[in-house]
């Protein structure tokens, strides 16, 4: 089975300032699919950023990129020029490509605060 | 569109009674999934539906039965809660193609006393 590990249960960082989150994964799978969620106090899950397997380059989104190293099994997203609003829980999220499922396994997520 | 729709959105249950939490969502997406959150576990799946008439075991399924007899709704049920089963609980559909981002409701918060 699929693992997702968050290994940061916590994170502050300044405004305007960059944070990196950390996310490992556990596959046999070659083709498969990652993602980050953010969580803000409204409970509402919002994706973030994207990144197939099969890229070797690495997804951006305006301010959200990812650091995706397969063969480490690594997948953690970078914040540039931080703002209060990114303050939140980040979920790290794995799909497989086979089955007849295509689940999403989450991490245990990382709460980020952001400071002035 | 109204995306996904969680109801209730809060409730308060005795332990042995049972309730229906419904999901609902108007995207005509195939796949759709019950979610637990609890703090520090992050979201773990219940059970998962790959289409109307079909649904599947998920990571902690115990306690819980679930039906999806119509193609835009996914109705998941607690027979005789129990305080263990106090938590946050999400509903998610998706396109199977797995690349597809998944579209949450907004949650259900459930306490069992």
């Known amino acids: 089975a699929q693992t997702v590990t968050q290994s940061q249960p916590e994170m502050s960082v300044q405004e305007a300032e960059t944070v990196t989150l950390s996310c490992t994964y556990d596959t046999s799978e070659s083709d498969y699919y990652l993602f980050w969620y953010k969580q803000p106090p409204s409970r509402q899950m919002i994706l973030v950023i994207r990144?197939?397997?099969?890229?070797?380059q690495n997804a951006t989104e305006n301010r959200f990129s990812v650091n995706f190293q397969k063969a480490a099994k690594s997948f953690s997203l970078k914040i540039s020029d931080s703002q209060l609003g990114d303050a939140a829980m980040y979920f790290c999220?794995?799909?497989?490509?086979?089955?007849?499922?295509?689940?999403?396994?989450f991490g245990t997520g990382t709460r980020l605060q952001v400071t002035l | 569109n109204a995306g996904v729709t969680q109801t209730p959105k809060f409730r308060v249950l005795k332990t042995g009674q049972s309730m229906t939490l419904l999901c609902a969502q108007d995207?005509?997406?195939?796949?759709m999934y019950w979610y637990r959150q609890d703090p520090g576990m992050g979201l773990r799946l219940i059970h998962y539906s790959v289409g109307e008439g079909t649904t599947a075991k998920g990571e902690v399924p115990d306690g819980y039965n679930v039906s999806r007899l119509k193609k835009q709704n996914f109705l998941l049920g607690l027979e005789s809660a129990a305080p263990s089963q106090t938590s946050v609980y999400f509903c998610?559909?998706?396109?199977?193609?797995?690349?597809?981002?998944?579209?949450f409701g907004q949650g259900t918060r459930l306490t069992v006393v």
């Open positions: 990144q197939e397997a099969y890229k070797q």
């Open positions: 999220a794995y799909r497989g490509n086979t089955g007849t499922a295509s689940k999403l396994t």
């Open positions: 998610a559909s998706s396109w199977g193609s797995p690349n597809t981002e998944a579209f």
């Open positions: 995207m005509n997406h195939e796949y």
